[in-house]
């Protein structure tokens, strides 16, 4: 299967600072990219939807200001949380999926961001 | 608005078959699919089914039932590894098939 990677694993910051998470499809070209949050024992909530060379779509009840989006290439995706704050902290995860009808998504190993 | 909904938890012994259901509403459907993920790990893709009917694929299954709205995921000859949260998710109509998750079933396997 493809392969998705994400950088960095794990990052812990101070309240206030912003951080940047990477999505990089190894193998092949992601015409489009998906961040999802993840809390503890709870199921995946989309974000928003990347696709390159355009303007993220965020889902509703995320702030595109916050949450900033850019799909620079074909295998990277970058999402920056701005100005984190402890509610913040969660485990996010970026899926990538290749052109055509059939709707596999390969998730990356996700980040898990703990805002002090 | 678009629901998922899928048992929170389900407890087998090694070697049972487990069926995990998901009944969905949304405004438009191309697929259904499930995924596993392990504690602190990445969704894995397991299935999609976008017709009526089964697709097996080793020991795992799964059905649809478009008309029914209606699916689930069969795991057969459970292994201890197969402990983890299964996930099923809705492709809806749009642009770029975006995923929609259920909250997610529980497995516990015990000896």
């Known amino acids: 299967g493809a392969v998705v990677s994400q950088h960095p694993s794990w990052v812990i910051c101070k309240s206030g600072t912003s951080v940047k998470i990477e999505c990089r499809s190894l193998d092949f070209q992601a015409t489009t990219m998906f961040w999802y949050r993840q809390f503890p024992k709870q199921s995946l909530m989309l974000m928003a939807t990347s696709n390159e060379g355009s303007k993220a779509t965020y889902e509703q009840g995320v702030e595109k200001d916050k949450f900033l989006i850019n799909h620079a290439s074909l295998t990277l995706s970058t999402l920056t949380v701005t100005s984190a704050h402890p509610e913040d902290s969660s485990f996010y995860i970026c899926s990538a999926k290749t052109s055509g009808p059939y709707n596999e998504q390969f998730f990356g190993p996700g980040t898990r961001l703990t805002v002090l | 608005g678009q629901s998922l909904e899928q048992p929170s938890e389900v407890t087998a012994v090694e070697g049972a078959i487990v069926q995990i259901n998901c009944t969905y509403q949304?405004?438009?459907?191309?697929?259904l699919s499930w995924y596993q993920q392990h504690d602190g790990g990445a969704p894995t893709f397991l299935s999609y089914?976008?017709?009526?009917g089964l697709e097996e694929t080793g020991r795992f299954s799964s059905f649809l039932s478009r008309s029914d709205s209606y699916g689930y995921l069969l795991l057969q000859e459970l292994q201890m590894k197969d402990s983890a949260s299964y996930f099923c998710?809705?492709?809806?109509?749009?642009?770029?098939?975006?995923?929609?998750f259920g909250a997610g079933t529980r497995l516990a396997v015990h000896p």
């Open positions: 998710a809705v492709s809806s109509s749009g642009g770029y098939n975006k995923l929609i």
């Open positions: 949304t405004s438009g459907f191309y697929g």
């Open positions: 089914n976008a017709l009526d």
